[in-house]
């Protein structure tokens, strides 16, 4: 490989590290995205009313100015504080057919999945079929030994140590020599077993995505079912009917944009609609809309699905390093500025999605995932950088500011 080849790589690595956590993509045109639909309250929403003309064209402005600077292709978005709501479509989902982006498109999710591996967790321990500070070794014993002080809790708030695959050379190597490679989660964790821990099982933060993978096989384990029937369970009870678990392209349903990235090993764009999504496994390979977005995050702020005692275990935070002591991150959710929830990526796609106790709410997926930069800044993903800017165009005193969890 040449030198601008590995230069590429290696700017890849660091993206790769934000997967299912975050991800920009160069684009053949020039022109502002445009609104593709009128703003719209869904069915599902409460009877908030829509921002008044001056403030949807503020929003409107603020996405398409992320959207144009950064070459997004595609985009939706849902703001609504208690002043008023936003939904809007930008952009195309074909940038060879031009085709507008229309609200109800599936998308890929990333590590919003983990939300929902934690959540059917913590099912489990309602059941008192699962205990949180039981090491997970107890439920499976074929783990490492180097492993035997991680807990179940340790798992799902990124405190275990145990390195994420996904920082490895071996799967490096592997993801960009094989986009349809199908990953079993024992040839994930094979990555890191060998490896020591990144510290003593407790005592830091590391954002690893081996964590919900394993979390994934204690599923399994409990259940005796598969991980995607236990998913298709949840999403069942939690009304999400148009919310799946597809590994494979085959699963992913239409309609659906095409997703771009430059998670490549030249740095140029690919058109990764089509790539195998094995490799997120538990951690990431979820698939939703907007409109199950937003129902499953009010579920995920108000515990709807879990005990009060869980609801209050997942929202007992560990901080973060290198963010501001408000920002933490608790059992599959994460907190910043005020703003729950959680942000997800895979290659050709980006999702950003939190609300805050007074209703307020931001979600924006991407046709994309490929980073953005903000000027003197930390690279952010796509959807992310749309989310800042249109929330602080309703909330400029505590707009939705993206928690970096480090490579």
Known sequence: MGTSARLARTTTVVALALLLAGCSTPSSTGSAPTATTTPTATALAPAVPAYPTDTVAAITKAATDVMTAN?????????????????QPFGVADKTSGAPLTRDEYMRIGSITKTMTVTVVLQLVDQEKVGLDTPIRTYLPELPETWKAVTV??????????????GTKQFDDEFFADHQRQYMPTELLAMVEPLD??????????????????????????TGASYASAMQGLFDA????????????????????????????????????????SWGQAAGAGVSTIGDLETWLGDLLDGS?????????????????????????????ARTNGWIGHSGDLPGYSTTMYGREDGSKVI????????????GGTPVPPSAAIASAVSAVVLPDSPFVFPHVGA
């Open 364 to 375: 924006v997926i991407t046709s994309t995932n490929s980073l953005v930069t903000p000027a």
């Open 71 to 87: 070459n997004i292709p595609g985009a939706i978005v849902l703001l609504q504080t208690p002043d008023g709501r936003f939904e």
């Open 153 to 166: 809790r340790q798992l799902a708030d990124m405190r275990s140590g145990i390195p994420s695959y996904t």
């Open 197 to 222: 821990l990144l510290f003593a099982p407790g005592t830091d933060f590391d954002y690893s995505n081996s964590n919900t993978v394993i979390l994934g096989q204690l599923i399994e384990r409990i």
């Open 238 to 277: 939690a009304g999400l009917n148009q919310t799946v678990y597809a590994e494979a392209s085959s699963g992913f349903p239409e309609p659906h944009p095409r997703g771009y990235t430059n998670l490549t090993t030249d740095g140029g764009e690919a058109d990764a609609t089509d790539w195998n999504a």
């Open 305 to 333: 699905q879990v005990s009060a005692e869980s609801q209050r275990q997942r929202l007992d935070l560990v901080s973060i390093p290198g963010n501001p002591p408000s920002t933490g991150y608790g059992l599959g959710i």
